[in-house]
């Protein structure tokens, strides 16, 4: 059963960090859609930079599974933290 709650977590923390990405996007891209907005980012070297602002949103799902005592879910969260920065170190560095 703890492995369940903590694969929801990973799933919500790779959820909250996608819909965090595209929020940003939306907010601070410069081109007239998210298409164009992803193009500018890539080519101006900023994307790692909104991936990590889309990865605030993992608090929010962190600090609401630790408030309702579900620590495993909150494990799995942290879990896809990790993830989502892993990833934008290899982006940013290849």
């Known amino acids: 059963m703890k492995n369940k709650n903590i694969i929801i ?3 919500t923390g790779l959820l909250a960090s996608a819909i965090g990405l595209l929020l940003v996007l939306l907010l601070f891209g410069k081109g007239n859609s998210l298409n164009d907005s992803l193009q500018i980012a890539l080519s101006q070297g900023v994307f790692t ?3 990590s602002m889309g990865a605030i949103l993992n608090l929010g799902a962190f600090f609401l599974f630790l408030r309702r005592k579900e620590d495993a879910r909150a494990q799995g969260v942290l879990i896809a933290t990790v993830i989502v920065a ?9």
């Open 9 to 11: 977590g990973i799933v």
């Open 49 to 51: 930079k909104l991936v």
């Open 86 to 94: 892993i990833i934008t170190l290899i982006i940013r560095f290849i």
